[in-house]
């Protein structure tokens, strides 16, 4: 079974920086795209960043210039540097990770997986 844990949010202020962890437990060999989402309050869940196996990435234009996202493959672990928050930054973040292979497997399995989201608050 497919599990994620995000650890690394809270409370900073604008200007400041956080980093998120996620790390992947199960029995996996590899994985396509891990990636962050978040979710604000009365809004729709939207992407932050991806990155794929082989450390292609991609962001939001929103984030562009001042989050990274890198992952370990041999850990199954994601990370996304946070900097120059802003208060639009706000929201509840989420790991995610897409087209999972497990060992003696060439498909990829169809479902997503998620964690269970952690807050990340900008304010002063």
């Known amino acids: 079974q497919v599990q994620l844990v995000e650890s690394g949010g809270g409370l900073v202020q604008p200007g400041g920086s956080l980093r998120l962890s996620c790390a992947v437990s199960?029995?996996?060999?590899?994985?396509?795209?891990l990636g962050w989402y978040r979710q604000a309050p009365g809004k729709q869940r939207e992407l932050v960043a991806t990155i794929t196996s082989g450390f292609v990435r991609n962001y939001a234009d929103s984030v562009k210039g001042r989050f990274t996202i890198s992952r370990d493959n041999a850990k199954l672990t994601v990370a996304l540097q946070m900097n120059r928050l802003k208060p639009e930054d706000t929201a509840v973040y989420y790991c995610n990770a897409d087209g999972v292979y497990y060992p003696g497997s060439w498909l990829a399995d169809e479902n997503t997986y998620w964690g269970q989201g952690t807050q990340v608050t900008v304010s002063s």
């Open positions: 199960g029995s996996i060999s590899t994985i396509n795209s």
